[in-house]
C-alpha cells in the first residue's frame, strides 16, 4: 500500500477566493488522480496528474477552475480557483501501483474537506 | 460504457448478523473490481479487489466478496458484522477500455448501519 499525505485536511474558504491542495506520497507512483465528493454524493474523476506534462480532464472539468501540477513522483497539487459554495466538497488523491502486490490497486487519501462560504 | 449499480441506498443489520452488500457492474471485457469503506469524516480505504483467479476474494476487516461472471455482481460480504463496521461503502470498476485506464467508475454508495 503507500501513505498518501494531504494537506489542508479541511478548510473553510471565502467565495471568490482560490485554494491548492497538495498531495504527498511516500513512494514513486507512475498515475495519480484527483476525485472530487460532493456533499451525499458518490466520487467523480476530475483530472490525471500527468508527471512532467499537463493533467488530462474529464469531461465537464478545466484547467482554469482545477489547475494541477505534477513536478515528481510522489507529489501533486490540485488548486481550486474562484471558488463558490458549488465547490463545496471532498477532494481525494489517489494513486495506482502497476508491480508487486499492490499491482492494479488505486489508494486514496484521506481528503481535503472545503467548505466554500 | 463502463457503470457500477449499487441497488441498496442503506443496509440495515444486527451486529453478529451476516451482511451482505451488493454491487453490479457493466464492463466490456474483464473487469477490476474493487471496494472502498469511508468511515464518517474519513477518506476512502481500500477493502478488497477481483483482478483474476479465485472468484472468492478475501480482504480487510473480514469482509470478502465473490465474483459472478454470469450476473455481472462483486457483493461485499461478511459473516458477522459489527457496530464498527458501520460506514458508508463504495464499489468501483477500473475503467481499462479509455484512454486512462487508471480511473475509477463508482457506484452510488451504500450506507451500511450496524445496530448493537
Known amino acids: 500500500s503507500a501513505v498518501i499525505s494531504q494537506k489542508p485536511s479541511r478548510d473553510i474558504c471565502q467565495r471568490g477566493t482560490s485554494l491548492t491542495i497538495q498531495c504527498q506520497v511516500d513512494s514513486q507512483v507512475t498515475m495519480m488522480f484527483w476525485y472530487r465528493q460532493q456533499p451525499g454524493q458518490s466520487l467523480t474523476l476530475i483530472a490525471t496528474a500527468n508527471q512532467g506534462s499537463e493533467a488530462t480532464y474529464e469531461s465537464g472539468f478545466v484547467i482554469d477552475k482545477f489547475p494541477i501540477s505534477r513536478p515528481n513522483l510522489t507529489f501533486s497539487t490540485l488548486t481550486v480557483s474562484n471558488m463558490s459554495p458549488e465547490d463545496s466538497s471532498i477532494y481525494l488523491c489517489?494513486?495506482?501501483?502497476?508491480?508487486?502486490?499492490?499491482?492494479?490497486?488505486?489508494?486514496f487519501g484521506e481528503g481535503s474537506w472545503l467548505t466554500v462560504v | 460504457a463502463q457503470s457500477v449499480a449499487q441497488p441498496e441506498d442503506q443496509v440495515n443489520v444486527a451486529e453478529g448478523n451476516p451482511l451482505t452488500v451488493k454491487c453490479t457492474y457493466s464492463?466490456?471485457?474483464?473487469?477490476?473490481l474493487f471496494w472502498y469503506v469511508q468511515y464518517p469524516n474519513r477518506g476512502l480505504q481500500f477493502l478488497l479487489k477481483y483482478i483474476t483467479g479465485d472468484n472468492l476474494v478475501k480482504g480487510s476487516y473480514g469482509f470478502e466478496a465473490e465474483f459472478n461472471k454470469s450476473q455481472t455482481s462483486f457483493h461485499l460480504k461478511k459473516p458477522s458484522a459489527l457496530v464498527s463496521d458501520s460506514a458508508l461503502y463504495f464499489c468501483?470498476?477500473?475503467?481499462?477500455?479509455?484512454?486512462?485506464?487508471?480511473?475509477?467508475?463508482f457506484g452510488q454508495g451504500t450506507t451500511l448501519q450496524v445496530k448493537p
Open positions: 489517489s494513486v495506482a501501483f502497476q508491480g508487486g502486490s499492490s499491482g492494479n490497486t488505486i489508494y
Open positions: 464492463v466490456s471485457g474483464n473487469p477490476y
Open positions: 468501483a470498476v477500473r475503467d481499462l477500455n479509455s484512454s486512462n485506464t487508471g480511473k475509477l467508475i
